[in-house]
């Protein structure tokens, strides 16, 4: 670690504390219905989309039409984006002609499950692929409504925590609404505009055809680029305008606007923290939550830097073979940008990582073994570590449900958290959301790496894997890996090499997006509706406090154990063995 690496660390982690707690405040406010700066202007609005939409404002719904509201939203958005890229051709805003022949059914199945579900994974290069009119009605417009419904679940099973005796969790319509109305919509307005300040476009332009200085002709695509950059970091979303996402000049031009970038991932699911310790009327539980994030994002930021800083061992300089115990001159510069260097993408892919976001600003494929192994073990947490917008957060909260249950077992006493007795049907809910995630990235995965390969089957996993993997061994398993994992995580990230734009990998990944979504998403909204029935039992001498450092110990431990042991066997098949080898 350079003074250097330090300095921007501690710069960054600055300012997410710094805008933890008033923008945290904001959130609870304007979730609970109350009054703030934003209501003389966008109240009117809110009011007028509840008419139109015949949605009750003070209606609130049990766990299950919550659920319901959901899913239904999700199924008729999701189709809408499929129809959306199919129809492309016939719809306006498309200087380039691209049509229903530059998205196939199964890539658009993928995008569509993957802008549902706040994934945003791409297999495509979207500049060549996808109009402007569905980049910005299709894709932008989902960067909005997957974020802030994965806001109103949150809210449901925060609300879940702060009620007594009552059968209702709050009503999804309204939770959508105000999330995107009054959090996002403003932010990214904002953020937007500051981007624009500093070089990131925003037209409807032609791409434009120029000569290079050697005579080449070369085109440069352009578009609405700005606003789709601002919601896909404030929405943890991640899906770039260009295929090169945060790599792009258009996209990240500066090492301000990647601090910016960086700091946006992070803004919302820092303080959703906040956000808890306020709806449950003790701002120390929310703090508690907030400094298990950080502890296990220092620990992986830290472990990326000193792996990238540090090379590949055994590389050839000026011909002369390198011992074992050397280190690459200069650190691991292989697929960074300049502009950013060593610690600005160690950072970036940490930061992305630990809030399943996917933006990249490197190709991770490029990382060392162990340094690479960081952003793929981040997701395989769960993607707690701040996390997506309201993802974290309830994922956080499952593993919070885990760990006073051990600790219940520890002492002889039935679990409580905040006052909620933890019983038979929380445990289960939170396992079953929990293991929905392991399954479903092993499953795919070792599928994918191991059905014996069948040439002329385009529909076989392993020769789908097989003719599309840009690396053999270990690394090449740790790119399937890292696709299923990112796709099951909801991150959107790629680890690179790995040409997912087949059949097999479209549809795999797509069903791995939904249920890595919605399995988890259910039995939260279960578990939420069993506590708030629940009545809030008295503070004895006998209560474990959960907002103190040995909750915050066990909080980190229960989330490292449970992501080392479902996943150390696959990833001492990937990025460990590679790291051996060398």
């Not at 959301?433 to 076989?460: C, D, E, H, M, R």
């Not at 279960?526 to 506590?531: D, E, I, M, P, Q």
């Amino acid at each position: 670690m350079t003074p250097n690496g330090w300095l921007q660390i501690a710069i960054f982690f600055a300012i997410i504390t710094a805008f933890t707690i008033p923008l945290g405040g904001l959130i609870a406010r304007v979730m609970e219905g109350r009054k703030t700066f934003l209501s003389p202007f966008l109240g009117p609005l809110e009011r007028l989309i509840y008419r139109i939409c015949g949605v009750h404002q003070t209606g609130e719904q049990h766990w299950t039409r919550y659920a319901a509201s959901l899913l239904a939203f999700s199924l008729v958005s999701g189709i809408l984006l499929y129809a959306m890229q199919r129809l492309q051709g016939l719809l306006p805003f498309n200087p380039l002609g691209l049509n229903a022949g530059h998205v196939s059914p199964d890539l658009a199945f993928n995008n569509a499950a993957s802008f549902v579900t706040n994934t945003n994974w791409q297999s495509y290069t979207p500049e060549q692929t996808l109009s402007y009119f569905v980049q910005m009605a299709g894709l932008t417009v989902h960067n909005f409504l997957s974020a802030a419904a994965g806001l109103g679940v949150a809210m449901a099973l925060v609300r879940g925590f702060a009620r007594q005796s009552v059968k209702t969790v709050g009503n999804f319509w309204v939770d959508l609404t105000r999330g995107t109305l009054y959090i996002l919509l403003p932010l990214s307005i904002l953020g937007a505009l500051v981007l624009c300040s500093q070089g990131v476009i925003q037209n409807l332009n032609p791409y434009t055809a120029v000569k290079t200085l050697e005579g080449a002709a070369q085109t440069i695509a352009q578009g609405p680029v700005a606003s789709q950059e601002a919601i896909k970091m404030l929405g943890t979303n991640g899906g770039g305008f260009f295929n090169a996402n945060s790599a792009h000049p258009f996209e990240n031009p500066t090492p301000f606007t990647n601090l910016l970038e960086m700091v946006m991932i992070f803004l919302i699911p820092a303080a959703l923290t906040n956000t808890f310790g306020r709806m449950v009327r003790d701002t120390r539980q929310g703090w508690a939550l907030f400094a298990a994030m950080t502890v296990l994002w220092f620990a992986g930021v830290f472990a990326c830097l000193h792996f990238e800083q540090k090379g590949t061992p055994v590389l050839a300089a000026n011909g002369i073979a390198m011992e074992a115990s050397d280190t690459q001159p200069g650190g691991n510069m292989e697929g960074k940008e300049t502009r950013f260097g060593i610690v600005n993408s160690a950072l970036f892919a940490t930061v992305t990582t630990d809030a399943s976001c996917g933006a990249v600003n490197a190709f991770h494929d490029s990382f060392t073994p162990l340094g690479g192994l960081v952003p793929l073990f981040n997701i395989e947490l769960g993607e707690v570590v701040f996390g997506g917008v309201g993802a974290g957060l309830y994922g956080m909260l499952m593993f919070a449900i885990l760990a006073v249950f051990i600790a219940g077992l520890m002492v002889g006493r039935t679990p409580e958290y905040l006052g909620k007795k933890i019983e038979k049907k929380e445990v289960k809910m939170a396992m079953l959301a929990l293991l929905v995630l392991a399954s479903s990235i092993l499953l795919f995965a070792g599928v994918t790496a191991v059905i014996p390969f069948a040439k002329g089957s385009y529909w076989n996993p392993a020769g789908a894997a097989a003719a599309n993997l840009g690396n053999p061994g270990a690394h090449g398993f740790s790119e399937i890996l890292y696709a299923f994992t990112s796709a099951a995580g909801n991150n959107g990230s790629a680890f690179g090499g790995l040409n997912a734009n087949s059949p097999w990998f479209n549809v795999s990944l797509g069903i791995v997006m939904l249920i890595g979504r919605f399995l988890m998403i259910i039995p939260l909204l279960a578990a939420a509706g069993s506590l708030a029935e629940k009545r809030q039992v008295p503070v004895s001498a006998g209560t474990f406090p959960t907002h103190g450092p040995l909750f915050v110990t066990l909080l980190v431990g229960v989330v490292v154990i449970v992501g080392a042991l479902t996943f150390f066997p696959a990833l001492s098949l990937g990025p460990i063995v590679e790291h051996l080898l060398q």
